[in-house]
């Protein structure tokens, strides 16, 4: 019978132990800094400020990359952000020029009214470094303090639905698009939680663009050549929202002897 139950005894005596390493709710536990590796989607919504606040309303935005936390809560990333709804604050003789007539109307090739749309778009491709501090005993998460840098580009997207206007067919479109770009920085300040378990991860702030920007077009047709334009400042300022999905995660191993 001592013989028979022993299997059970040890089972016991391994389950208490790792019971009691990982009773989260026990006030005496402590998440200890892990080493992880994260991918995931975000979601901002921005304001636009300087140049950008010249030709564009408000936009929305969808993210991803994949970050690199350290054991102790620096973190490396890279990042890609599209930005999408933006409709155009400015008129448009601005960056139509002679295409619109004193009515404010585009006149397509039949002689009516055409049917444009006009939107702006904007991307960005870049890296960042960040520190997590934590606020309780769950070490992986806490205030998130981000700084990134890259390369950000924004336009004017056309859309001609009916194919009338024969200025904006083929690369003529590409003339009044106001297609620019240049280096930029953003900063983020939130909270990132990482749950005990891994299985809910989120994090959530304000984040602020700063943005210096020229056309790469070569040539605007409204404007005229583009090599000695400046370049100009624009920025960004919103709320993020973003969910992680572990890839990776280095834990410590204990090892327990029986006797």
Same mark, same amino acid.
């Given at each position: 019978?001592?013989?028979?139950?022993?299997?059970?005894? +040890?089972? =016991?005596?391994? $389950?208490? %132990?790792?019971?009691?390493?990982?009773?989260?709710? @026990?006030?005496?536990?402590?998440?200890? *800094?892990?080493?992880?590796?994260?991918?995931?989607?975000?979601?901002?919504?921005?304001?636009?400020?300087?140049?950008?606040?010249?030709?564009?309303?408000?936009?929305?935005?969808?993210?991803?990359?994949?970050?690199?936390?350290?054991?102790?809560?620096?973190?490396?990333?890279?990042?890609?952000?599209?930005?999408?709804?933006?409709?155009?604050?400015?008129?448009?003789?601005?960056?139509?020029?002679?295409?619109?007539?004193?009515?404010?109307?585009?006149?397509?090739?039949?002689?009516?009214?055409?049917?444009?749309?006009?939107?702006?778009?904007?991307?960005? +491709?870049? =890296?960042?470094? $960040?520190? %997590?501090?934590?606020?309780?005993?769950?070490?992986? @998460?806490?205030?998130?303090?981000?700084? *990134?840098?890259?390369?950000?580009?924004?336009?004017?997207?056309?859309?001609?639905?009916?194919?009338?206007?024969?200025?904006?067919?083929?690369?003529?479109?590409?003339?009044?698009?106001?297609?620019?770009?240049?280096?930029?920085?953003?900063?983020?300040?939130?909270?990132?939680?990482?749950?005990?378990?891994?299985?809910?991860?989120?994090?959530?702030?304000?984040?602020?663009?700063?943005?210096?920007?020229?056309?790469?077009?070569?040539?605007?047709?409204?404007?005229?050549?583009?090599?000695?334009?400046?370049?100009?400042?624009?920025?960004?300022?919103?709320?993020?929202?973003?969910?992680?999905?572990?890839?990776?995660?280095?834990?410590?191993?204990?090892?327990?002897?029986?006797?």
């Amino acid at each position: 019978m001592l013989v028979l139950m022993l299997p059970i005894v +040890l089972f =016991a005596q391994r $389950g208490s %132990v790792a019971d009691a390493r990982t009773d989260f709710s @026990s006030k005496s536990y402590i998440d200890s *800094g892990a080493t992880m590796v994260w991918t995931g989607v975000n979601m901002s919504g921005y304001l636009p400020v300087g140049y950008l606040h010249q030709w564009f309303k408000p936009n929305l935005s969808v993210g991803t990359g994949v970050t690199v936390k350290t054991s102790s809560n620096w973190t490396f990333d890279v990042n890609f952000h599209y930005m999408f709804g933006s409709n155009l604050r400015d008129t448009l003789a601005s960056f139509l020029g002679d295409m619109v007539d004193e009515h404010g109307r585009v006149v397509d090739g039949n002689g009516l009214t055409s049917t444009l749309y006009f939107e702006g778009r904007y991307w960005s +491709l870049g =890296a960042g470094v $960040g520190k %997590v501090i934590p606020v309780s005993r769950w070490r992986n @998460s806490g205030i998130w303090l981000h700084l *990134g840098m890259g390369y950000f580009s924004h336009k004017i997207r056309i859309n001609d639905y009916d194919n009338q206007v024969p200025q904006l067919a083929g690369d003529y479109r590409k003339g009044y698009d106001h297609r620019s770009g240049g280096f930029a920085m953003n900063q983020f300040i939130g909270y990132l939680f990482i749950q005990k378990n891994r299985l809910l991860n989120f994090y959530g702030g304000i984040e602020f663009w700063e943005i210096w920007s020229k056309p790469n077009r070569n040539y605007v047709l409204n404007e005229g050549p583009t090599e000695n334009m400046k370049s100009k400042f624009s920025g960004l300022i919103g709320l993020k929202i973003g969910w992680n999905i572990p890839l990776y995660e280095k834990k410590e191993v204990t090892t327990f002897y029986y006797r």
